[in-house]
């Protein structure tokens, strides 16, 4: 897509710190991180939703995600990382080509996802369970 920054980035028109690439893959360094490190990794193919990401490239982007994950937990004496991908912008996606975010996290870094814990009512847990398990049933495969 033209006008897409990471497409671009992909193509070479926009400089990017990159730290692994492949046929499907390319991760980079975020240019506004949580933390130090904080990582992007994004399909090749232009996608827009992590819906439409082919399963052998979505694969490829948690399995490189975690090592990235990994090696900045053992470089930067981080503590944890988060893996993080909004999928619209009801959910915080900003870039509208699907990306996985890696944030590097220390116990003491500040930085608080704005979390709120709903209470289900009564029969409402097992009722949607109900319907995703029903409705999944018929679209994974084994």
Known sequence: ???????????????????????????????????????????????????TIPEETAGRMFHVASRIGILLKRMEEFDAYNL?????????????????????????DGFRWNWRQLTYPEGKMAEIASEISAKLAGKIRD
């Not at 710190?17 to 990794?41: M, Q």
């Not at 993080?84 to 003491?108: K, N, S």
């Open 1 to 51: 897509m033209s006008d897409c920054i990471f497409c671009k980035i992909i193509a070479g028109e926009i400089p990017s710190a990159k730290l692994y690439e492949d046929e499907l893959i390319y991760a980079f360094l975020d240019i506004s991180p949580i933390n130090f490190g904080h990582a992007l990794v994004i399909p090749k193919e232009h996608h827009q939703s992590a819906s």
């Open 84 to 108: 993080h991908l909004a999928d619209g912008t009801a959910a915080g996606q900003v870039v509208m080509h699907a990306h996985l975010h890696v944030i590097p996290r220390g116990a003491e």
